[in-house]
C-alpha cells in the first residue's frame, strides 16, 4: 500500500514538471523569462490580501463545481453540462430575488430562498441532461454541451429581453440588486465569509457521502461497472439521476454565489468558465475530494495571478490556461503510463 501511494506520488510530480517544463519552453520561445513569470504569478495571487481575496472568489465556485462533479465521475458520467448548471443557478436566483424584492420578508431569509432557487435551478437543468441520457439515449456528452448553448442564450435573451434595465439592455447586466441582499463581506475585500461556508461544506458533504455512506458505495459501484451494478441489484439508472441532481444542485449554488455575493445581477458571463475549469480540476485530482480544496486553490491562484501579466511582462493572461491544460493531459499520462506498467509487472 504505501510502496503504491509513493510510486502514484512519484508519478504525479514527474507530470507537475513536465508540464511546468513545457510551459517554460513556451515561455522562452517568446523571449520571457519563465522565472519571472512563475514570480509574478505568485505576487499576483498571494502579493496582497486583497489580491488573495481575489483568489478565494475565485475559489469558491470552482470548489463547489469541483465538489459536484466528483459525484457524477464516481457514476461514471460525465457532465460537461455543468458549465450551464452554473449559469441556470444564477438564472434561477436572480429570478428568485427579483420576486421577493418587494416583499416583507427580512433580507437574510431572501437570500437564503434566492441561494436554495439557485440550487433547484441548476438540479432541474442537470436532471435534463440525465433524462436525455436514461430515458432518451443520448450521450451525456452531447446532451450537456447542447444545454450548455441553450443557458447561454437564455442568459443573453433575458438581460436584453423581459429583464432588461429600464429604458436600456447592455452587456453590463440586469439592474444591480441592493447591498441588503447581497451576502456579507470581509471588511474592504470583495470576499463573503458566508460564500466560503458554503463552498466548505459542499466538498465536506461530498467526501463523507463517497467515503463514509452505503449511497457512496453504491454510486461508485455503479460508476465501476454498471451492468454488474445491475445485476447486483442496484437501481442504476436511479442513481445516475441521483447524481446528476446532486451536482446540478452544487453547481447552481455556483451559480447562486455569482449572483449573490460577487455580481449582484446577472450578467452574460456569469459563470466565467468556472464548469469547465471544474473539470480540469475533478480530473487532475483522480477524483478524490481530499484534493479538491489545495488543487481549486492553486488553479484559482493561476487564474487571479495571470491577471499580471499583460500589465507587467506584456504576456497574454490566458497562459495560465495553457499551465493547467498541459498539467491536466501530464496528469492524465502519467496515470496511463503507470497503468500500464502496473499491468505488465503483473
Known amino acids: 500500500m504505501i510502496k503504491d501511494r509513493f510510486g502514484n506520488l512519484a508519478y504525479q510530480l514527474a507530470a507537475l514538471l513536465l508540464a511546468f517544463g513545457v510551459v517554460s519552453l513556451i515561455l522562452i520561445s517568446v523571449d520571457a523569462s519563465p522565472s519571472e513569470t512563475y514570480k509574478n504569478i505568485f505576487k ?18 470552482l470548489l463547489l463545481v469541483t465538489a459536484g462533479l466528483l459525484v457524477t465521475f464516481s457514476s461514471g458520467l460525465w457532465n460537461i453540462g455543468v458549465e450551464g448548471q452554473v449559469v441556470l443557478g444564477a438564472i434561477a436566483t436572480t429570478w428568485v430575488y427579483r420576486l421577493l424584492l418587494e416583499s416583507s420578508l427580512p433580507p437574510a431569509v431572501i437570500i437564503a430562498l434566492a441561494i436554495l432557487g439557485g440550487m433547484v435551478g441548476g438540479a432541474i437543468w442537470a436532471a435534463l441532461a440525465g433524462i436525455l441520457k436514461v430515458f432518451g439515449g443520448v450521450n451525456e456528452i452531447f446532451g450537456g454541451l447542447g444545454l450548455n448553448f441553450v443557458s447561454t442564450a437564455l442568459t443573453i435573451y433575458l438581460i436584453f429581453g423581459p429583464w432588461k434595465r429600464p429604458g436600456v439592455a447592455s452587456m453590463s447586466g440586469t439592474v444591480p440588486f441592493p447591498d441588503e441582499f447581497s ?36 454510486l461508485k459501484a455503479v460508476g465501476k461497472n454498471f451492468r454488474a451494478a445491475y445485476l447486483l441489484g442496484i437501481p442504476t439508472w436511479q442513481y445516475a439521476m441521483y447524481s446528476f441532481l446532486i451536482c446540478g444542485a452544487l453547481a447552481g449554488a455556483a451559480g447562486a454565489v455569482q449572483v449573490a455575493a460577487v455580481y449582484h445581477r446577472l450578467i452574460p458571463s456569469i459563470s466565467s468558465g468556472y464548469g469547465y475549469l471544474g473539470l480540469m480540476v475533478a480530473m487532475l485530482i483522480n477524483y478524490q475530494a481530499l484534493w479538491a480544496v489545495p488543487v481549486a486553490l492553486f488553479f484559482a491562484a493561476l487564474n487571479i495571478g495571470s491577471i499580471q501579466l499583460p500589465i507587467v511582462m ?21 496515470a496511463g503510463v503507470r497503468q500500464k506498467f502496473g499491468r505488465k509487472a503483473q
Open 183 to 218: 451576502l456579507p463581506l470581509l471588511a474592504n475585500l470583495r470576499i463573503s465569509p458566508w460564500a466560503l461556508v458554503i463552498a466548505f461544506v459542499g466538498i465536506v458533504v461530498i467526501y463523507f457521502m463517497l467515503q463514509g455512506t452505503y449511497f457512496g458505495l453504491r
Open 314 to 334: 506584456k504576456l497574454d493572461s490566458s497562459l495560465s490556461g495553457v499551465l493547467q491544460g498541459v498539467l491536466v493531459l501530464f496528469v492524465l499520462l502519467a
Open 44 to 61: 499576483g495571487s498571494f502579493g496582497e490580501m486583497r489580491k488573495f481575496a481575489e483568489v478565494l472568489v475565485a475559489f469558491v465556485p
